[in-house]
């Protein structure tokens, strides 16, 4: 099972990206998806997530800005984000938990993708 990131980028202060992450593979189900950044010098923090029947929760510093969806047929989630701020900037990791593939795998993570939030 691979993770694979994509939209990342460099974005000018109030601007919006959009991430995209599809996992690969012979995947029967997969429980929830979500995104956890990780800043320079700060450790990796959740920033929201999914769950396959759409219950979602996100941290408190994105509430309001960022949106999380998924498409359970793509085994692929997404996260809008607007309103971006320079505290935003941060290396954003998928996150996949519940797999069910040829065999199970509690957790999986993809490499991870830059979002620059500067002037």
């Known amino acids: 099972v691979q993770l694979v990131e994509s939209g990342g980028g460099l974005v000018q202060p109030g601007g919006s990206l959009r991430l995209s992450c599809t996992a690969s593979?012979?995947?029967?189900?997969?429980?929830?998806m979500g995104w956890y950044r990780q800043a320079p010098g700060k450790q990796r923090e959740l920033v929201a997530r999914?769950?396959?029947?759409?219950?979602?929760n996100y941290s408190d510093s994105v509430k309001g800005r960022f949106t999380i969806s998924r498409d359970n047929a793509k085994n692929t989630v997404y996260l809008q984000m607007n309103t971006l701020g320079p505290e935003d900037t941060a290396v954003y990791y998928c996150?996949?938990?519940?797999?069910?593939?040829?065999?199970?795998?509690?957790?999986?993570w993809g490499q991870g993708t830059q979002v620059t939030v500067s002037s």
């Open positions: 999914i769950t396959k029947g759409g219950i979602t």
């Open positions: 996150n996949a938990q519940g797999i069910i593939a040829t065999t199970f795998l509690p957790e999986s």
């Open positions: 593979g012979s995947i029967f189900n997969i429980n929830a």
